[in-house]
T-cell receptor, first 112, second 110 residues
Framework: DTAVSQTPKYLVTQMGNDKSIKCEQN?????MYWYKQDSKKFLKIMFS???????INETVPNRFSPKSPDKAHLNLHINSLELGDSAVYFC???????????FGPGTRLTVL | SQQGEEDPQALSIQEGENATMNCSYK?????LQWYRQNSGRGLVHLIL?????REKHSGRLRVTLDTSKKSSSLLITASRAADTASYFC??????????FGAGTRLAVHP
């Protein structure tokens, strides 16, 4: 049973396109996150939701919009993709706001 | 910010040897977490140590925390080739806004 799943695993697309990455957790956790890992392997938090409410919103271009239809899902929509958006995006969840985080397998986004 | 900074950046050892990685941070914390990332994979949680704990063990892993020095260490004993990965520390205070450093890349050679 996959605890935190992401789709798709790989995403290759042209500049200017709009794309979405989906994340689902079956752990019953209240808090979910999106991270971006760049080519230098730095992992940076982008957003965090607790019970469908946004609690962390780092300095991320407003082309990135998270959506949480319910507490088991946190999707990431990206408008007008740019070359610099190429990275691996990780979803994670945790029981509460200061607990261990469980990461998904990542989505490798390549913008051409 | 609560970014953890790992040291060394890279570590290369032989199977059976011990590996020690250090982490420093700058602000007060609720807990500090260590994660492992195998190449091309997501992060896997290893250990969470709370601010009122000084040492914690999990199998071959031993984590220490010195809040007075704002530092932590991760010791992997009797290392195996499968331990080859990047290791990240993540100090956590307030809402779980983990800020990861660049990690320590550990290579264990058979």
């Amino acid at each position: 049973d996959t605890a935190v799943s992401q789709t798709p695993k790989y995403l290759v697309t042209q500049m200017g396109n709009d794309k979405s990455i989906k994340c689902e957790q079956n752990l019953g956790h209240d808090t979910m996150y999106w991270y971006k890992q760049d080519s230098k392997k730095f992992l940076k938090i982008m957003f965090s939701y607790n019970n469908k409410e946004l609690i962390i919103n780092e300095t991320v271009p407003n082309r990135f919009s998270p959506k949480s239809p319910d507490k088991a899902h946190l999707n990431l929509h990206i408008n007008s993709l740019e070359l610099g958006d190429s990275a691996v995006y990780f979803c994670a969840s945790s029981p509460g706001a200061i607990d261990t985080q469980y990461f998904g397998p990542g989505t490798r986004l390549t913008v051409l | 910010s609560q970014q953890g900074e790992e040291d060394p950046q890279a570590l290369s050892i032989q199977e059976g040897e011990n590996a020690t990685m250090n982490c420093s941070y700058k602000t007060s914390i609720n807990n500090l977490q260590w994660y492992r990332q195998n190449s091309g994979r997501g992060l896997v949680h290893l250990i969470l140590i709370r601010s009122n704990e000084r040492e914690k063990h999990s199998g071959r892993l031993r984590v220490t925390l010195d809040t007075s020095k704002k530092s932590s260490s991760l010791l992997i004993t009797a290392s195996r080739a499968a331990d080859t990965a990047s290791y990240f520390c993540a100090p956590s205070g307030g809402y779980n806004k983990l800020i990861f450093g660049a990690g320590t890349r550990l290579a264990v050679h058979p």
